[in-house]
């Protein structure tokens, strides 16, 4: 799996962004999907999270209520809708596969990703 996202940019807090991640290669409607984030200076972090056939999704506390993940498995994309930005969501943005399915306990784990994208970032003014 080929993973390409888009969408990232310069934002007031307060505004709106929708991130999306194109994938490529047949295994992508079979993988969970992940989005995970890396501000300046820190190690990355866990954003959001689909299962394949969208049964299970899975927020950060830090976005819960501001981001919606969501996946279009015809079209090969799965995107994130971010509102009520905040200066703390500046950061590169990736999107991540996993290899199948993963278990609900290891869902925020970086290492259950196998494919990742390389990176939009987000700025976000005060």
């Known amino acids: 799996v080929q993973l390409q996202a888009s969408g990232g940019g310069l934002v007031e807090a307060g505004d709106s962004l929708r991130l999306s991640c194109a994938a490529s290669?047949?295994?992508?409607?079979?993988?969970?999907m992940g989005w995970f984030r890396q501000a300046p200076g820190k190690g990355r972090e866990f954003v959001a999270y689909?299962?394949?056939?969208?049964?299970?999704?899975l927020y950060a506390d830090s976005v819960k209520g501001r981001f919606t993940i969501s996946r279009d498995n015809a079209k090969n994309t799965v995107s994130l809708q971010m509102n009520s930005l905040k200066p703390d969501d500046t950061a590169v943005y990736s999107c991540?596969?996993?290899?199948?399915?993963?278990?609900?306990?290891?869902?925020?784990?970086?290492?259950?990703?196998?494919?990742w994208g390389q990176g939009t970032l987000v700025t976000v003014s005060s």
């Open positions: 991540a596969a996993a290899k199948g399915q993963i278990i609900l306990t290891q869902r925020s784990e970086e290492n259950q990703y196998i494919w």
């Open positions: 290669g047949r295994t992508f409607r079979n993988s969970d």
């Open positions: 689909i299962r394949w056939n969208r049964s299970s999704i």
